[in-house]
């Protein structure tokens, strides 16, 4: 038995080896620049919503709010490339762990009030929060530059190599996308991943048997919100303007969306959810005009046949 | 100034009221938001539009046309968007529930066109004049509509077979299911009832600014749904107060501290509301799980 399933584990694995060497190579083989900054756009909504799967689908924490940091890890981006060290590139670099810690600490600012709360509160709380940001992206004008956004954002480089466009920023999402992953798999499969299912399915019996429910959970939301900063990160020096309408209630909708229709608290749930939302838009582009109402009708249609998801189980 | 403040706050703070008590009553029942809440309320202004610009109907006539409309989209999205998913995931009605706000507004988007239209003025917009704050006609009949219609909601809750039954409904299913209810019939109602306060309240918005859009249920629902759970979620004279008081603060920060942040405000006021008193001002149960 047991080399049996050791057999089909290592089968997978090259499975999924293989997949993620296709995935390398596509924009280098499909040359269509437009499919490539599609892939581009994926890779970060699969780093978005992977992230807000933790809160969502591990630890059971309806987020309405996930925007906001995805917000704040592109103006602190911005800022730090633009203001900070302008001119080098290491101001892209620097970004990072700025952006990083400013998502977390955010992230422990939202939880530490708002997770004594249940359900659909939380969800409302959440919801507030992320506005709150946007309307700090909005007012803050001295920091922010208001409505207006900030402008000319350098593009990533390594040195004196661009890394702004096309295939060569593929290069960089799918890097981040990867160690994002694997980073998430481990955390999933390791005692993190124990303690959110605990508290997923029974918080009272978790908190009996010793997991510390309030710390599970606020390790979910600051590492959610950390992976949202690192995708805005990417996303600011990958279209070089921002503005406060980027990071509004529908973003932290569609990604959300995208976690629900994958799969919520599966590992390729967030992932699937991501490719269908981002491709499937783009195959009613012929009918624009109805396209957000197709989209609308397949949420309602999609939640009636399968309300667990594309690859949940439940 | 001070006067003039709290007419304007009362104003827009009792149609917030009039909207939340459509979710106070759905999630009183339900446990569900209802996100299409607030494109019913939009479907109403429209409704009003079509009937009174374009059909040029008389007033009255119009107002029931608007009610009707809304209403019967209230029955149409729980048909059709909740009732098929009843025992599912919270999360997965909420997801489905989005799904209807985008379905609804972007037809009203393609049935009315995505510019913001003007709506005819039918009260004549005589100023009135108190002690130096001056108001319209219409400004004193939107609180004094959206109070009536709080009182009327709340003795047909009150006092009638259906209303106990929603009562029932919403405070123990199984035990209302056992005793002989249709909670399906009851649940029918309360969309439909909920609907259409929010259709008065869509009128009535869209005569006030006298422009209606496609998207003008967004916010305005998003702002009703805090004001009802700044009210306590569940409560008809919560929603009503909730409203008032969402109303009032915009109003005064927006005169004495600054109008960019009037929209941030709602929601400082409910992170506030959910650390303090979760169950709101007039609620009762603190947590109806989720």
């Known amino acids: ?314 | 100034m001070l006067l003039q403040q709290i007419i304007n706050g009362l104003t827009v703070g009792s149609t917030y009221g009039l909207v939340a008590l459509g979710y106070t009553l759905i999630y009183g029942v339900l446990g569900l938001i209802n996100f299409a809440h607030g494109e019913i309320y939009m479907i109403g202004a429209f409704m009003g539009f079509t009937t009174l610009a374009l059909a040029n109907l008389p007033f009255w006539f119009s107002i029931a046309l608007s009610v009707l409309g809304a209403a019967t989209t209230g029955f149409f999205v729980e048909r059709i968007a909740y009732r098929p998913i009843r025992k599912a995931t919270k999360s997965a009605q909420l997801i489905s529930a989005l799904g209807m706000s985008i379905v609804l507004r972007n037809l009203a988007m393609l049935a009315w066109g995505s510019k913001t239209l003007p709506f005819p003025r039918v009260l004549a917009n005589d100023a009135l004049d108190i002690a130096g704050a001056r108001f319209s006609v219409l400004q004193a009949v939107i609180p004094l509509c959206a109070v009536a219609l709080m009182f009327a909601l709340n003795g047909y809750i009150g006092h009638t077979r259906m209303g106990i039954s929603v009562r029932a409904v919403s405070l123990d299913p199984e035990m209302a299911s056992m005793m002989g209810i249709e909670s399906n019939r009851v649940i029918g109602a309360v969309f439909i009832l909920g609907s259409a306060l929010g259709g008065i309240a869509g009128m009535l918005v869209a005569m006030f600014y006298a422009s209606i859009s496609f998207d003008m249920g967004v916010i305005v629902g998003i702002k009703s749904f805090i004001a009802a759970i700044l009210g306590g979620i569940g409560s008809i004279h919560g929603a009503m107060i909730g409203g008032l008081i969402l109303g009032l603060a915009e109003s005064f920060a927006a005169a004495y501290i600054s109008p960019a942040y009037k929209d941030a405000l709602a929601f400082v006021l409910l992170l506030l509301v959910l650390l303090f008193k979760p169950s709101g001002i007039l609620g009762v149960s603190s947590e109806k799980g989720g």
């Open chain 1, 1 to 314: 038995m047991g080399a049996i399933r050791r057999e089909r584990a290592g089968n997978k694995l090259v499975v999924l080896a293989g997949l993620w060497v296709v995935a390398m190579l596509t924009p280098f083989v499909v040359r269509d620049g437009y499919v490539i900054h599609l892939l581009n756009v994926l890779g970060i909504y699969v780093i978005l919503s992977a992230g807000l799967n933790i809160s969502v689908g591990l630890a059971g924490l309806l987020h309405l709010g996930h925007a906001g940091f995805y917000g704040l890890g592109a103006y602190a981006g911005a800022i730090t490339s633009t203001r900070v060290i302008p001119g080098s590139w290491l101001g892209f670099w620097a970004g990072l762990p700025v952006a990083v810690v400013l998502g977390m600490l955010a992230g422990a600012v939202l939880g530490a009030p708002s997770l004594r709360l249940r359900g659909h509160y939380f969800a409302i709380a959440t919801l507030g929060f992320g506005e709150i940001m946007r309307s700090l992206m909005l007012n803050l004008v001295e920091i922010t530059q208001g409505p207006f956004g900030i402008k000319a954002i350098p593009s990533p480089r390594l040195g004196s190599f661009d890394l702004g466009s096309g295939a060569r920023f593929y290069c960089l999402v799918f890097a981040v996308v990867t160690l994002v992953l694997l980073g998430l798999w481990n955390l999933q499969h390791g005692r993190f991943g124990r303690f959110w299912q605990a508290v997923r399915e029974d918080e009272v019996v978790a908190q009996v048997m010793g997991v510390n429910v309030f710390a599970a959970k606020m390790w979910a939301l600051m590492i959610s919100s950390g992976l949202a900063a690192v995708a805005g990160w990417l996303y600011a020096h990958y279209v070089s303007y921002i503005n406060p309408s980027n990071f509004s209630l529908d973003e932290s909708i569609l990604v959300l969306c995208m976690v629900i229709l994958g799969g919520r608290g599966t590992f390729w749930g967030p992932v699937i959810g991501s490719a269908l939302l981002v491709l499937f838009p783009e195959l009613l582009r012929p009918i624009a005009e109805l396209r957000l109402l197709v989209y609308g009708v397949a949420l309602v249609v999609l939640m009636a046949v399968r309300p667990e998801g594309v690859v949940g189980t439940k």
